[in-house]
């Protein structure tokens, strides 16, 4: 299966006391890493947000090694699950070194569509769900 990947730039104000990214900031890390998958796999004009939108019902984090600043750093992210009307984004955050990439934190999101006009939670766009399967499918 082919996951979609996202270098991260780190920057000195995601660093904490002790000189590591702080944890609040895998966060964001993922939700770059989502949105350049779905810049990349819909293209930029295929969706209306405010018809065909997703909100984030759930997310899970697992930290295994601190990230510093001086990390080259990037996300791989892949959908694991579709269900009717949420999915689940499956990340992994990896910094590489001479070559060499090391997990340093997974991380699971559930998503839920959305029409943000209606405020109704909608089934899967049949067309999201084809394109990404077959971004995929590689």
């Known amino acids: 299966m082919k996951h979609h990947r996202t270098q991260i730039q780190l920057r000195f104000k995601d ?7 702080n944890n609040a900031n895998y966060l964001t890390y993922f939700e770059l890493a ?3 998958f779905f810049k990349t796999v819909m293209g930029t004009k295929t969706i209306d947000w405010s018809t ?9 984090i697992t930290f295994k090694q601190p990230i510093l600043l001086e990390d080259e750093v990037f ?4 959908v694991s699950r ?12 990896v910094k590489s070194e001479n070559g060499q990439e ?3 934190a997974t991380g699971m999101t559930v998503l839920v569509c959305i029409n943000y006009k209606t405020n109704q939670t909608i ?6 769900k084809q394109k990404m399967q077959a971004f995929q499918a590689g």
Do not use: Q
């Open 15 to 21: 660093l904490d006391k002790l000189g590591h990214v």
């Open 34 to 36: 989502r949105v350049n």
């Open 102 to 104: 090391t997990e340093v």
């Open 123 to 128: 089934e899967i766009p049949p067309l999201w």
């Open 75 to 78: 996300v791989y992210v892949w």
């Open 52 to 60: 065909e939108g997703i909100i984030m019902a759930k997310v899970e």
């Open 82 to 93: 579709f269900g009717t009307k949420s999915f689940d984004m499956n990340c992994s955050i």
